[in-house]
């Protein structure tokens, strides 16, 4: 049966890999993703599943071993944050490359320097154009509840791709939040068992294969369309796998939360758990009257710009909160929100907040002045600055 459980982040996604029985966990530890591979090592360790965890000397490694044991013919996933995913940077396009279905938890961690050890979404937006499936998480529930349906996601034939699993650092990870594991039986009859594609390791009646072969200028090109449409099927693909976890387990997920969204006029979209003090946020404004509203994105890659675009059609302005700077851009979420609404009928002024870099609290005032930033935009008919960063010291 499933229970209802007080747990941390990080001990939700461990029971997870725990309930999945990945074949294969290659890990290198680091704060604040450690307590994911650490509780799975005793679980290891305890007889409690039958993986083979590979202790390497970086996560470099780690993401090596994962690629050459997923070409085998395993069901592989590992955990890490910040530095340690910048480390496995080669390696992350590597894997999406050769199509080969990793989970990895990232939790979310600003990158150095200097050096940090709180959240942002520096290490995981950097590797938005890597080839990865991205998720993202706003509490404990939602990122065991991605965890379960990422395999599946990753897995499929019409995908065959790396897919991340991403919560905040600290805030989700280290926060004991009351939630539902699912029974473990329940949990594996879900996943099923893997099916490898040309696993090097193939038996008798199998031709061998390659993998990781040269690709110049005859072939590159159209090795990256594969990708592609494999990214696109996963829109599809995404969509199913939330349906059947929805039969299954009773919890609803859409690429993206629409929250008081219908009728609202000045809207914030944001990722993770900063939707919770915007959920709280809009419930006050909303009981003094004001049509304000939350879009809280799950999916990033594949982005989902139709929809974000028809979901999205009512507002008069729209505030992108970013956790990450891309110098010299636009923050990365305000971008693809940017690309989204170009192509609608009556497009809504648009700006940009960067937050929160390295863990900074935010708070529900903090949202209260976003928002009353937007009402005198809206009232003055143009937004004085598309870009700023929010709540810095000296201003």
């Excluded at 990870?173 to 329940?186: A, L, R, Y």
């Excluded at 099923?192 to 031709?207: A, R, S, T, V, W």
């Excluded at 693809?336 to 002024?349: G, K, N, S």
Aim: glycine content about 6%; hydrophobic content about 40%.
């Amino acid at each position: 049966m499933s229970k209802r459980v007080a747990i941390t982040g990080n001990g939700a996604i461990a029971e997870a890999m725990r309930q999945i029985n990945p074949d294969v966990v290659p890990a290198f530890p680091i704060t604040p993703s450690t307590q994911v591979v650490e509780d799975f090592s005793k679980f290891v360790a305890d007889g409690k599943v039958d993986t083979e965890f590979v202790t390497v000397e970086s996560e470099h490694s780690a993401m090596s071993a994962c690629i050459g044991a997923s070409a085998a013919g395993g069901r592989v996933m590992t955990a890490t944050s910040s530095a340690g995913m910048a480390l496995m940077w080669e390696m992350l396009y590597v894997a999406a490359s050769m199509r080969q279905p990793v989970v990895l938890a990232l939790v979310n961690r600003a990158l150095t320097g200097p050096i940090n050890i709180h959240c942002d979404h520096s290490d995981s937006m950097g590797a938005r154009d890597a080839g990865w499936i991205q998720l993202y998480s706003e509490n404990n529930q939602e990122a065991y509840d991605n965890f379960v349906m990422a395999p599946l996601i990753a897995e499929h034939m019409d995908v065959r791709l790396p897919c991340m699993v991403c919560m905040d650092g600290f805030i989700t990870s280290h926060s004991i939040e009351t939630m539902v594991i699912e029974d473990d039986q329940k949990v594996k009859d879900f996943i099923g068992n893997y099916q490898p594609l040309n696993p090097l390791l193939c038996d008798e009646n199998k031709k061998p294969v390659t993998w990781g072969a040269l690709g110049l200028q005859d072939v590159y090109i159209e090795h990256k369309r594969g990708q592609r449409e494999g990214i696109e099927q996963a829109k599809k693909v995404i969509s199913e796998v939330s349906q059947k976890f929805f039969d299954t387990f009773g919890r609803k997920y859409e690429f993206f939360e629409s929250y008081r969204l219908d009728d609202a006029e000045r809207v914030i979209v944001a990722i993770s758990s900063v939707s919770g003090e915007i959920k709280e946020t809009v419930d006050q404004l909303r009981e003094k009257g004001e049509k304000v509203g939350l879009l809280k994105l799950r999916v990033f890659r594949p982005f989902p710009f139709e929809a974000v675009a028809a979901a999205l059609s009512n507002a008069k302005i729209i505030t992108v909160m970013d956790r990450a700077d891309s110098f010299g851009g636009y923050g990365p979420l305000f971008s693809e929100i940017c690309a989204a609404m170009y192509d609608v009928p009556t497009r809504p002024l648009l700006y940009n907040r960067v937050y929160s870099l390295g863990g900074r609290d935010v708070f529900t005032s903090d949202i209260e002045k976003i928002f009353a930033e937007s009402k005198r935009y809206l009232t003055q008919g143009r937004v004085d600055k598309v870009f700023e960063y929010y709540n810095v010291k000296g201003d």
